[in-house]
């Protein structure tokens, strides 16, 4: 075979090639732009209209639903409690997280028990927890009462405008910590050991050695379970639905559990998706914010 039909071979050989990255990234584009653009176009598209899903009647009604919503003390209301939310619980299952990887970590045996402990929260259904948590909180003969209750005088969470959204954060940071923790395990395996060694040839007690070798070598996995765990506080729905119905006198109503009450309960599908929209704009606005404030600076410590 001469030269140049060698050449003109291996170029028909390697021409399918160019087209495998495509073919590769094929499903996961399909699946994005079905399951994620298509609905956010087209609750986008809702928000300008009046559709009642009962009379099947709709109407345009333009920006007049978003007067509506964005006027109401219903929505900052909602917006307030789901960030007050998000502020104690997210620091909490960080920490906390962190602190069961370290003990873990650390366990010569026994480990894979306590990670099954600590995990089995995040992988039980939040709206059947949440029913037992409300068991709990029973006014005068839940476990609560009967023991912080008669120590701090505080009692019936559930009812009460000051403690029902801090009794939901409870439940919160507790289905929260196992997912976070499993993070932070996958990071630690990947700590260089011969580093700890050196630190403690040099005389570095533990902290130190945590400080300036376990810590940096953490920082993608702390900014990973900081989003996710903001992003999951942000959405909040299940047990302040089961628990509260956002009640009392609105005191624990999110976000979520408003788009819901506006899109199934009253069936006022444009607002709900109104609300749906303000509260994915929180959520990446809010995870942006956390990246350009420190996440960079914890990826960089992470490859050093």
């Known amino acids: 075979m001469t030269p140049l039909l060698e050449a003109s071979a291996r170029t028909r050989l390697r021409t399918p090639r160019r087209y ?12 994005l732009m079905v399951f994620f653009m298509v609905p956010l176009s087209m609750v986008a598209v809702l ?4 559709y009642q899903p009962l009379t099947r009647s709709v109407s345009f009604v333009g920006l007049r639903n978003w007067h509506r919503i964005l006027t109401s003390p219903e929505l900052r209301q909602a917006t307030v409690n789901t960030l007050l939310y998000a502020v104690m619980t997210v620091p909490v299952i960080v920490g906390v997280s962190l602190l069961a990887a370290l003990g873990i970590h650390a366990l010569p045996r026994w480990g894979a028990l306590w990670r099954t402990v600590y995990f089995l929260p995040t992988i039980a259904t939040m709206a059947a927890m949440s029913v037992v948590w409300r068991w709990l909180f029973y ?32 439940i919160g940071s507790w289905a929260g910590i196992g997912s976070s923790m499993v993070m932070f395990l996958a990071g630690l395996t990947s700590v260089p050991q011969h580093l700890h060694e050196a630190g403690r040839l040099d005389g570095a007690g533990p902290w130190h050695r945590f400080w300036h070798i376990t810590w940096p070598a953490l920082g993608p996995s702390t900014m990973f379970a900081l989003i996710i765990a903001t992003r999951d506080a942000l959405r909040v729905f299940d047990q302040v639905h089961v628990m509260t119905d956002g009640g009392p006198l609105g005191s624990t109503e999110t976000l979520a559990d408003l788009q819901w009450r506006y899109g199934v309960s009253y069936l006022d599908i444009g607002s709900g998706s109104i609300v749906n929209t303000v509260l994915l704009g929180l959520v990446v606005v809010t995870v942006a914010a956390q990246y350009l404030a420190g996440g960079r600076r914890l990826e960089r410590a992470g490859a050093r």
């Open 20 to 31: 495998v990255p495509a073919l590769l990234v094929t499903p996961a584009a399909t699946f």
């Open 47 to 50: 928000t300008l209209f009046d």
């Open 139 to 170: 006014p005068g003969a839940g476990p609560v009462d009967a023991t912080i209750g008669r120590l701090t005088g505080a009692t019936d969470w559930l009812h009460s405008t000051t403690l029902a959204l801090p009794a939901i954060a409870v």
